[in-house]
């Protein structure tokens, strides 16, 4: 339902007019008096971000949030997941509910000046494309003149549909719906020939149906969506700490230091930009206002980029995502760390 | 000779500010009154300040900007690239439309289901009174949620009507297909369409205007029609007969311009993924409708039953005493007097069904809500100012139903003199 972003709103102008605002404070220290990392997360989406029968959450953008926890507080348990809409996430992110989102959001031009959001990295590079029945004998996107697509309301998505119809001088009809969950309802429904949204997106829904098979995602690929967890203007030591915790993923894959093997590489590693990273040497951590070994602690909540990756939505998963240009650049992929020194 | 030379106020003192009584009054009014500015001032200062320090400055430039999204249903033309204004104005149409339709449907709806509550008629009473209490106790949004589920889970999808032994089969002549996206209902087509008038973007077929005119002109004919017949009426003591004539007024221009034009009915066909040639009624705009009609009819059904009993009984025996039939008692004694009862309630029910909305939200139907407060904030992430905006639209809007209703009541009220 869609009467979230309204509240949202209400609360933003309210929380605007209150005076009480997090965007002025020290996120860090808010956190740390807090106890617990309030992560912006989807409503739901499998392999992302979902909670299961007990309301655990797991998922590919989850593992960030815990990873951020265990650097910053010590426990990846201490996290508090608020699913946000795409109506809603910036709002809540605005508005000092949340200290992180990290919730398939695209980086663009406007969110980053405009609305006052940095993103701090990009764990996954995407872009949007299709799916359809595989009776409707459609096998391009191109064919999908005069049909009726949902898409989720304040998204890049409904933008993008909007440009890539006009410059193929086609027609759609849009249906605009709320949640990933509700789209999914309308497309099994057939109130909508085909639903699209990122392909990573389209592929994690799809496995969640019980009949992924009747489904095909179109070869069709018609936008960029660089996804990355995201912080708010201004706090600039609070975005350090988030974009170097994603590094810091990202470098562990590319240097071999998985969950298992950590501890020991900790002590026995020779290579230098291990030792950095894992704080056996220099104290990094101090920099960014935290202790030396919280990489290490970051790390080992749900293993680097590369385990988070195949655990959640790799191709050993239902999802069965390739890597692809989410490879490590060694790889000939696209994922590359800023060196810790 | 006595001269009186009247009291002489005594010399005002600050006191009296609180112990003259004459005072006392006005200095509590401006003591509230600097309160709540002062208030008011606080939370629009603090607001600001804060806004400042999100770096948010309160600017209205977004409005000219590139929308960039396509809206489903538009009444007048308008696609991605023109502005978040023009999407403001293509939701506020939407408003409006689905606003007027549920005022129309539910007066209507709610005049019979008043009136047969009072029937005499068990069966049918009962009936009336059941409906008025479910619909009246139940929250709009979950009337709004049951009708988008009978929508999309019991229709057909357009699909389901391809084929040599379709699944679905088209009603009303095969002119109407319900489908689980919207109603495809016949257009209106013409042999001998006599062009447009352009206007800006938007343009009114002159077909379109010469129907207006033939009504208008055959509602004044009406009007002059009957001051006539109540001019003999006084002369002669009889009314002649008139239906015929005001009938023919109205049929035969329409018919003669129906000829004229070649207007006929096209049938929706499938075509592709959808239905075309026809109209597609959006199910958003059918079920907010449907629910916002029977919502609001069910308490305007009160209302009028409530207008009817104030008339005493005694009116309508007088009536009947004067040899009055049943439908002209009704029209020209307890109608008018009913009335106004009636209308200055029904005022504050045309103003929630108007405010009730935008609940459109809730089944993804574009309105003002949709457009300006929902896809424009949200790209924008102007929530200030489009908060701001469409509270002064819906007050706006407010102010001028009541406005309009008012002049109708005052033309209704009991004139005493
Ligand atoms: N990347 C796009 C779209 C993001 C988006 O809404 N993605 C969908 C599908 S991948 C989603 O996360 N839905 C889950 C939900 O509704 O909570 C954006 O940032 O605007």
Redesign the pocket.
Known sequence: MKKSVFFGSVTAVALAASGALAAEGDTLKEVKARDALNCGV????IG?AAPDANGNWSGFDVSYCKALAAAVLGDATKVKYV?V??QTRFTALSSGEVDVLA????WTFQRDTDLKLDFIGINYY?GQGFMVRKDLGVSSAKELNGATICI?T????ELNLADYFKANNMEYQPVNI????E?EQQYMAGACDAYT??A???A??RASFADPENHIILPEIISK?P?GPAVRHGDNNWGDIARWTLYALIAAEEYGVTSANIDELAKSSNNPEVQRLLGTTDELGKMIGLDAEWARRAIKASGNYGEIFAATIGEQTPIGLARGLNAQWTQGGLMYAMPFR | MVTYTGAVDPPFRLSMLIYDRRYRSLTLQAIVFILVMLAASWIIDNTLKNLADLGKTLSFDFLFRRAGYDIPQQLIPYNSDDTHLRAAVVGLLNTLLVSVLGCIAATVLGVVAGVLRLSSNWLIARLMTVYVEVFRNIPLLLWILVCLALFTEIMPPPNAYRGENPAAGMILFDMVAPTNRYTAIPSIGMTNPPGTLALGREGISWAFIAFAVVIAAALAGRRLLRSWARRVQDQTGKRPTTWWISLAMFALPVLLLTWYFGLHLIPPVLRGFNFADGINLDNALVVLWLALTLYTGAFIAEIVRAGILAVSRGQSEAAFALGLRPRRTMSLVILPQALRVIVPPLISQYLNLTKNSSLAIAVGYMDLRGTLGGTTLNQTGREMEAMVLMMAVYLALSLIISAGMNIFNVRVRLKER
């Open positions: 989807n409503t739901g989406l992302f699913p809409t795409g919730r398939n959001s695209t995407d989720q304040g998204t890049t998505t709320d949640s990933n969950a789209g949204t990122d990573s997106g389209l994690a829904t969506e996804l």
